[in-house]
């Protein structure tokens, strides 16, 4: 797999509190109620880890972003966040990435 391509919704529909969220807790999971956009920044993140872990890169797209001109290219950390052991260490790639989705959402 040369990259893996994921396009975010982050539409205003996406604050809708009609969502699920599956936490951690002890040796289970329990079900947490969270908006649309809570879901798609989980989804997200958890692949993140799991490419990360098998080395393949990727790139999470925003559907509607706020900065980027009409007719203008996509951005790095602006549009989108490309996730890939080339950039540092996991941990630091995932808190790059949920920083991105914490500005965007």
């Given at each position: ?10 539409s ?9 969220v ?35 890169p ?31 260490p ?16």
């Amino acid at each position: 797999i040369g990259v893996r391509i994921y396009l975010l919704d982050n539409s205003g529909s996406t604050a809708a509190m009609d969502g699920t969220v599956l936490q951690q807790s002890g040796n289970g999971f329990t079900r947490q109620t969270s908006s649309r956009w809570d879901e798609v920044c989980a989804m997200a993140l958890n692949h993140a880890k799991w490419n990360l872990a098998t080395g393949v890169p990727t790139e999470f797209i925003l559907l509607n972003s706020i900065s980027r001109p009409a007719d203008g290219p996509l951005q790095d950390g602006r549009d989108l966040m490309t996730v890939t052991r080339d950039k540092g260490p996991q941990e630091e790639q995932v808190a790059l990435l949920k920083n991105f989705l914490d500005r965007n959402g």
